[in-house]
């Protein structure tokens, strides 16, 4: 199974915004709504940040959202903070009865 | 509150088996699929495959002829072996509890490292 497609890094400075793509196809993102989010800060094990698309866990702030269309999945985060700062990874169920995950995005918070 | 605590041989040579053990605490084994997943160092995320508390295992179809997921309800742990390591295999193997929504909930991570 091949990992679900995402731009290797993104950036943008404090209180900015920005949109992290993850590019799947029919057998996983574009068929199921189980797409999930994590962060993980070097070092750290993944921590969930949206599940079902679109979904926040308790405590996940709500400047973290996703949402999908077709075969990609996003995941928007608004007033960028220096916390912010990680890794993401995509993952989505598949029809295989696996799950994939995305190459992974490195967020730098400018 | 749900706690993974695992373990394992950190350092392998070439051919050998790996061997890891995740622990639950916190909460029951059922209606859960217990997960493995490895991170080679600098890389992305793999998932290994599962297993739930009936025994009943989905594997990656890459790694499928290596990898055996076991359960242990009395213990309340699950396990995993992957056979024939080489140096591709090195990575930080994290074990997880999953629905069929989610990852939730992971364990802390352990390193292992096929060297000669």
């Known amino acids: 199974q091949s990992a679900l497609t995402q731009p290797p890094s993104v950036s943008g400075s404090p209180g900015q915004s920005v949109t992290i793509s993850c590019t799947g196809t029919s057998s996983d993102i574009g068929n199921y709504n189980r797409v999930s989010w994590y962060q993980q800060p070097p070092g750290t094990a993944p921590k969930l940040m949206i599940y079902e698309v679109s979904n926040r866990p308790s405590g996940v702030p709500d400047r973290f959202s996703g949402s999908k269309s077709g075969n990609t999945a996003s995941l928007a985060i608004s007033g960028l903070q220096a916390e912010d700062e990680a890794d993401y990874y995509c993952s989505s169920y598949t029809s295989n009865i696996t799950w994939v995950f995305g190459g992974g995005t490195k967020l730098t918070v400018l | ?116």
């Open chain 2, 1 to 116: 509150q749900v706690q993974l605590q695992q373990w394992g041989a950190g350092l392998l040579k070439p051919s050998e088996t790996l061997s890891l053990t995740c622990a639950v605490s916190g909460d029951s084994l059922s209606n859960y699929y217990w997960t493995w997943i490895r991170q080679p160092p600098g890389k992305g995320l793999e998932w290994i495959g599962e297993i739930n508390q009936s025994g009943s295992t989905n594997y990656n179809p890459s790694l499928r002829s290596r990898v055996t997921i076991s359960v242990d309800t009395s213990k309340k742990q699950f396990s995993l072996k992957l056979t024939s390591v080489t140096a591709a295999d090195t990575a930080v193997y994290y074990c997880a509890r999953a629905t069929r929504i989610t990852m939730r909930v992971w364990g802390q991570g352990t390193l292992v490292t096929v060297s000669s």
